[in-house]
């Protein structure tokens, strides 16, 4: 009996000493993973609010300074970990110094192109184009970044030139802001807007037709301090790093668990050495960001339960006891957490659902909800195809993909519900895992964009009646360029509407003409509809009449943005009326000229009379010899 207390002692310690291990790792993985997924999602919505910024110059003719500023503090404040939003021009060589001086007078004062050296910041240096930071939010805190051209660093300007060649969000590796004032290391992402013939023939022109990228900066550090802080503490020390460099270039930065108070940094070494060491990895854009947890020291201390179960069999109902009662803390501690990933999911800002194997619902967000119409429907437990028969089978092919273990997403994808009109969705199926690593179900995120995608055809139905009319129409911006021309305005300059966009006024119709439209064009830009006729000089000789009309064009505030121009060709009517005019003055030459004849042939004839006057008072008429004239 003895020894089989003992052995039933000792085999009761082993299994709950190995589970004991196995519980501590269970809950020091599952801290890890919640910073995990707490960054992940947090980078992501970075990424989309850099997307976004690139999506509203897209979908904009002209953007202010102050209409950056109110499109981007909305996403500084909703995302406080990003240090910057900017917005990066393309500014080619020959342009620099148009584009420095406009950005000084529109109140940019001192502003300048600059590159970063040993001494600071000094006037970039020549090459084929710039990319410099013209639009910083906030201001405050980023002046140092006005003007930093983010291609005049190599790490900067492989990641950039990787957004403008894919067209995708591109992350640089680590990288010191130029704003830093501190030690920390960061992160950029360049995110290109699409160019306005997006359909390029070669990479080339489709690279230089990309008017600039919106970026964002983040300092890693702080965003990994305010994501983490709204977390319950673990006793867990953090390397996060740049998974495709080395351990000494590619570290972003190390923090220590909370628990360890002011205790000394933990040691970079412990990261890859220790066996218990948690790794995931984190996309950002395009670069992959590794995250490594290990538990702090004394953090997950083991109880000492399984020695006393050991050292006494008596104590083995106690022990029991006490197993059970963990349990069901364990139990509890799931449950509450399980609530709470369900109350996160529920109360998500966005369309989420998850999805176990057979495509039941485990947890929906009340926005998924509301943008498929559900109402308050109870959908857990649920089949998604019998709350969605409709389901096209592209869709049902990313499911059964996602449940393999791939991530499938989509930008821009219609939705035709039976009882609905059709929906613009930008989607994302992405598997889930159970501790085992195998695939227990699907996520999937949907944003509605049908609102975007109708605007987006609204643009280019406008675009198409411009480009196909018949008539001449341009518009100029409020420094007078070209940034809209029609063919056939361009076809009377016998050029192509590219080769005008972006010139000045003056450059194109020569300063004479300037000189006469100059004050049309300044009450326009004041608000005031203009119409009048103008005589262009042709290549040919020929003079062209125009009917030109100016009509301002207005933001959503009301103020004017520039001027709607159209040229209605009177040529041929004119050359008509001048051809009559000349015709008619030709008619009174030739009656004035004959007019002067007659009265000539009359004088003679009066003088013939009155020599025969003369003759007959004097002598009989038969008598008289008169001479011929």
Known sequence: MLAFGLLA????????????????????????????????????????????VADFYGASVTVSAEEFARFTRPLLRRNPTLQAIQWLPRVPESDRVAFEARARRDGLDGFAIREQSVEGLRPAGRRADYFPAFWVEPLSSNAAALGFDAGSEPQRRASLEKALASGLPAATPPVTLVQEIADQRGLIIFVPQSPADAAQDTQSEWRQGVPGLAAGAIRVGDLTEKVLAKLPPHGIDLLLRDAALDAASGQLYVRPSPTRGSGPMPDTAVFFSDPRAYTARIPVADRILELRAVPSPGAYPANAWPTLLLGSGLAMTLISATLIAQRRRLAMQLREREELFRLFIEHAPAALAMLDGELRYLAVSRRWQEDFGLGDRDLIGQSHYEIFPDVPASWQEAHLRGLAGEVIRAEADPFARQDGPVKWLRWEVRPWHRSDGTVGGIGIFSEDISERKQAELELRRYQQIVETSSEMLVFFDRDLRFQVVNPAYAALRQTTPEQLQGRLVHEVVGEETYAEIAPHLESALAGQAQRFSLRLPGADGRFRYLDVEQQPFRGPDGAVLGVVVGFHDLTEVREAQIALEDQQARLAELVAARTAELLASEAKLRTIYDLLSMATRTAPLSATKIDPP
């Open 9 to 52: 002692s000792l085999a009761a310690w082993w299994v709950t000493a190995r589970w004991e291990d196995a519980r501590r790792m269970a809950v020091f993985r599952e801290g890890a993973e919640e910073y995990v997924r707490a960054l992940d999602m947090e980078f992501r919505s970075l990424v989309a609010d850099v997307e976004s």
